[in-house]
Structure formats: structure tokens, C-alpha cells
């Protein structure tokens, strides 16, 4: 069974950062386009950015320029750089496959951009 656990979320004000990690388990990792998404309070969840196993990524127009996405496939770990942080990018971020999750998703990690 595949579990994807995310971690590094946390209160941040304005224009700081922060860096997320999801840790895959089993195999689907170095065969998958992984992606991060966010689900911000009473809104539908959204594709943020996607990065396939060979490393080319593409972003949401609202993080581009500002996240950067990233992987490492010997840990089957995924990254997310988050930097010039707004408040709208309060959501909690889940990881899973792209373009489409394909897997259950996991409890995801809370981002909170004070203003």
C-alpha cells in the first residue's frame, strides 16, 4: 500500500519561507510525475507545481517564480521551496502523482502566511 506522509509546514509571516518534503513509500516514486498540491481553507484542492521523474517541472501561475519544486529519487522524496511567502498561500499541501493523484492521499502539512 502506497503512504505519502508530508511534513515541514508551519507559521510563517509574509515574504518568509519554507521548505516541504513528502516521503513516498514503495516504488512509485522514480516511475511517477509527482506534484504537490494545496487545499486552502473552504476551497476546492489545486495543483501548485508537478515534476516528472527526469526532472522537468511546470507551476501554477500564482507560485511561479516563487516555489520551486524538486525530488530526489534515491529517497523517494519530494520537495517543495516556498519563498516570498503571501497570505493567500495558506492551505494545507498534500503530495501525490501528477497531472491527475492516482494514490490516497495523505494528511497533508498546514501552511499559515501571517500577513
Known amino acids: 500500500q502506497v503512504q505519502l506522509v508530508e511534513s515541514g509546514g508551519g507559521l510563517v509571516q509574509a515574504g518568509g519561507s519554507l521548505r516541504l518534503s513528502c516521503v513516498a513509500s514503495?516504488?512509485?516514486?522514480?516511475?511517477?510525475?509527482m506534484a504537490w498540491y494545496r487545499q486552502p481553507p473552504g476551497k476546492q484542492r489545486e495543483s501548485v507545481a508537478t515534476?516528472?521523474?527526469?526532472?522537468?517541472?511546470d507551476y501554477a501561475d500564482s507560485v511561479k517564480g516563487r516555489f520551486t519544486i524538486s525530488r530526489d529519487n534515491s529517497k523517494n522524496t519530494l520537495y517543495l521551496q516556498m519563498n516570498s511567502l503571501k497570505p493567500e498561500d495558506t492551505a494545507v499541501y498534500y503530495c501525490?502523482?501528477?497531472?491527475?493523484?492516482?494514490?490516497?492521499w495523505g494528511k497533508g502539512t498546514l501552511v499559515t502566511v501571517s500577513s
Open positions: 515534476i516528472t521523474r527526469r526532472g522537468i517541472t
Open positions: 514503495g516504488s512509485i516514486f522514480s516511475i511517477n510525475t
Open positions: 501525490n502523482t501528477g497531472p491527475s493523484a492516482i494514490y490516497e
